[in-house]
């Protein structure tokens, strides 16, 4: 018989040892792009707050506004008595912003591929995933009866590869990141959606890292291909990331909306947003269109940091995005480095195998539209200093 507490105390071993056990640093201060970390004022790095929205006044007065008016909770599932107005105002908006027909909001990001992929696939269908796509997709994938297979990272040779050894006559789904999250690479969604449409297979794009950021006001990567008027290509994405709030969401056809109503299970059987979310989101989507220039802040600022990051002679991987590696090689060197970046007021995680391949450790940078160029620059004062220390830049 096993006890509690050896099955709790083995694994907790089992992850020190092999390098894995975390504990989560803690916030001492709001989620902004200066915060406070184990006591200290630092410049913050680490955080997915792509448009600074997390604690944005106009986000914040829309949701006191909703709770004095709706309350603070849904009250129930949303198929009992859980759906309020506001939550399919939210849909038409959303819908209507990433020019699809439809959308469907879910508790969350990874709920939403949980129950999108569990909805879509069955028995007999085909799944081709990139090797780089999000652990959501993943567990998503558990839960469908599907073939499942994986490509090579955006190798094209190798998606056709995959979909002509394994004919069908169910449904071919191709699934990917729109942007990779440990990479900051964008997908080459023009060429995965040639290649899926030559094999009849539809694209499944899921835009966490995409949307905010990429396309005619933060639409997101569908939208920057111009797929977004194509039935036969499904985004889904995150509210909680470059949105500030929590959230995720799926955009498609009116019928798919409908489907996911009837057998999504997160969405079945899992509480709406309490009001406080749906107002905050409702504003967040309105001020990305209304100011566009937090969107050219972004990615200004994601340009200097890219830029001068490599004129000190550091590795940014593949970036093409706000999300910026920068490689130190073993995990030991970039916890190493994360540590003494935060000793200099810098907040950036390191991020090791089996996060990122063995040899890649990196830290793992976020510039947001809410950095100052001054934030900026002691950021890059700080990694001159400490890439040097650790031999990683010359100097
Ligand atoms: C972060 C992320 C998610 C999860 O989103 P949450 O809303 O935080 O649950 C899903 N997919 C990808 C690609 C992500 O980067």
């Given amino acids: 018989m096993t006890s509690l507490t050896s099955r709790i105390g083995a694994e907790l071993d089992r992850l020190r040892s092999s390098g894995l056990h975390i504990s989560p640093r803690v916030l001492e201060a709001p989620q902004r792009a200066r915060t406070r970390v184990a006591g200290r004022d630092v410049v913050n790095l680490a955080s997915n707050n792509y448009l600074g929205f997390s604690d944005h006044p ?32 939210l849909e038409e908006k959303l819908a209507a912003f990433k020019g699809t027909g439809s959308a469907l909001v879910f ?17 007999g269908d085909l799944v081709v995933s990139d090797e780089l796509n999000h652990a959501s997709i993943i567990d998503g994938l558990r839960l469908a009866k599907a073939t499942k297979k994986v490509f090579k990272h955006k190798d094209m040779q190798d998606l056709e590869r995959v979909l002509a050894e394994h004919p069908t006559d169910g449904l071919k789904l191709v699934v990917t990141d729109g942007v990779f999250s440990m990479d900051g690479d964008i997908a080459p969604l023009d060429e995965i959606v040639a290649v899926a449409r030559r094999h009849g297979a539809v694209t499944y794009v899921d835009d966490a890292h995409g949307s905010g950021v990429l396309g005619e006001a933060g639409r997101g990567t569908v939208h920057h291909f111009g797929f977004e008027h194509d039935d036969d290509v499904i985004q889904i994405g995150t509210l909680s990331k470059a949105w500030g709030v929590v959230g995720g969401y799926a955009a498609g056809t009116h019928d798919l909306r409908d489907l996911l109503i009837n057998k999504a299970r997160p969405f079945l059987f899992s509480t709406g947003h309490p009001p406080a979310v749906v107002g905050a989101l409702l504003a967040a989507i309105e001020l990305v269109q209304r100011e566009p220039q937090i969107m050219e802040r972004l990615w200004e600022n994601t340009r200097y940091f890219k830029a001068e990051l490599r004129r000190l002679g550091f590795d ?3 970036s093409q995005t706000p999300i910026t ?13 994360s540590r003494m970046l935060l000793e200099r007021g810098v907040f950036a995680v390191g991020i090791g195998f089996p996060t990122v391949p063995k040899g890649l450790a990196r830290i793992r940078n976020i510039v947001t539209a809410d950095h100052t160029r001054d934030d900026l620059d002691l950021a890059l004062a700080a990694y001159e200093f400490v890439g040097r220390e650790l031999g990683v830049v010359a100097g």
Wanted: net charge negative; hydrophobic share 50%.
């Fill in 107 to 123: 508790g969350s990001g990874f709920t939403t591929n949980q129950g999108v992929l569990g909805s879509l696939l069955q028995e």
């Fill in 58 to 89: 106009f986000l914040k007065e829309r949701a006191e506004a909703f709770v004095r008016t709706w309350g603070v909770g849904a009250g129930a599932v949303r198929t009992i008595a859980g759906t309020l107005s506001i939550h399919e105002e």
């Fill in 316 to 318: 940014t991987f593949g």
């Fill in 325 to 337: 590696p920068v490689i130190f090689g073993e995990a030991a060197a970039a916890f190493a480095a």
